[in-house]
């Protein structure tokens, strides 16, 4: 029998008007994959949308706040192993500029870090969250500033 194709997702790192980076803790529910640790807002990919029209869509569904696609810039592809088996791929965007007193989260809850704050949070973050955290971090520029791709 053949094997399903890998899992699809979209996911993106969110930074408010002061550079603090928005990330959904999740829920410390056991039967969802990753009780209590930390990941990024995003989700898995439907139908035919593409990466980018999946971010958005659920990047919206998590927060309740509607960002354009041009407000979203590629970061990385990510390839990993699924922890139910098989494997896993993915696209990081950015988005900055997010206003959090106009968020309502509806899955998990806010957490803001500093990023300052980020090597304490390594540690708490889903792989695939790692990372982009990782890749941020390589390729950083002023997390406020608009600017071109940031890719490896």
């Known amino acids: 029998?053949?094997?399903p194709g890998p899992r699809e997702f979209a996911s993106a790192i969110?930074?408010?008007?002061?550079?603090?980076?928005?990330?959904?803790?999740?829920?410390?529910i056991a039967s969802i994959l990753y009780p209590g640790m930390v990941t990024?807002?995003?989700?898995?990919?439907?139908?035919?949308?593409?990466?980018?029209?999946?971010v958005c869509r659920e990047v919206e569904e998590e927060i309740n706040y509607r960002l354009s696609p041009e407000q979203f810039e590629w970061m990385a592809s990510y390839v990993g192993t699924d922890p139910g088996?098989?494997?896993v791929v993915g696209e990081f965007f950015i988005a900055r500029g997010i206003p959090i007193?106009?968020?309502r989260i509806t899955e998990g809850s806010l957490l803001i870090v500093e990023y300052d704050g980020l090597q304490a949070l390594l540690p708490r973050l889903v792989p695939s969250a790692l990372s982009a955290v990782r890749i941020f971090t390589t390729n950083r520029r002023s997390p406020v500033a608009p600017g071109g791709p940031v890719h490896p």
């Open 14 to 28: 969110l930074v408010d008007a002061r550079g603090r980076l928005l990330f959904q803790l999740r829920d410390d």
């Open 85 to 87: 088996g098989g494997s």
């Open 40 to 54: 990024l807002f995003g989700g898995h990919r439907e139908g035919g949308e593409t990466f980018l029209q999946c």
């Open 101 to 103: 007193d106009d968020l």
């Open 1 to 3: 029998m053949p094997q």
